[in-house]
């Protein structure tokens, strides 16, 4: 088991920029990729940003140019830089680690087995 805690939301105004973090502990010898996930109330949980054992990342299109993961394995933490935030960012933001076996794409809910609780981002105009 991975236990994935989120730092980091807050609120900030349209243009600004936040910082997550995502310390992570427990059995993280399985975790091939990493992985940034935001939600709002009613809608699917949506895939943010991920990133690889090594270094391979991806984004989604909406972020893409404006946000950056990256990650300290020596600390076992995972972070999302968010520049030029805009409103549609605001969400409830979940880290979550994925294994090498599986379907679909890294920024699939479907391929992450380990979640946080989620840190809220909310941007205002």
């Known amino acids: 088991r991975v236990i994935l805690v989120e730092s980091g939301g807050g609120s900030v105004q349209s243009g600004g920029s936040l910082t997550l973090s995502c310390a992570y502990s427990g059995d993280t010898s399985a975790v091939y990729y990493m992985g940034w996930f935001r939600q709002t109330p009613g809608s699917e949980r949506e895939g943010v940003a991920s990133?690889?054992?090594?270094?391979?990342?991806n984004y989604g299109r909406s972020v893409k140019g404006r946000f950056t993961i990256s990650r300290d394995p020596a600390k076992n933490v995972l972070f999302l830089q968010m520049n030029d935030l805009k409103p549609e960012d605001t969400a409830m933001y979940f880290c979550a680690t994925a294994e090498s076996s599986g379907f679909g794409t890294y920024l699939s809910t479907a391929r992450y087995h380990f979640w946080g609780s989620g840190t809220q981002v909310t941007v205002s105009s």
């Open positions: 990133i690889g054992n090594d270094g391979r990342t």
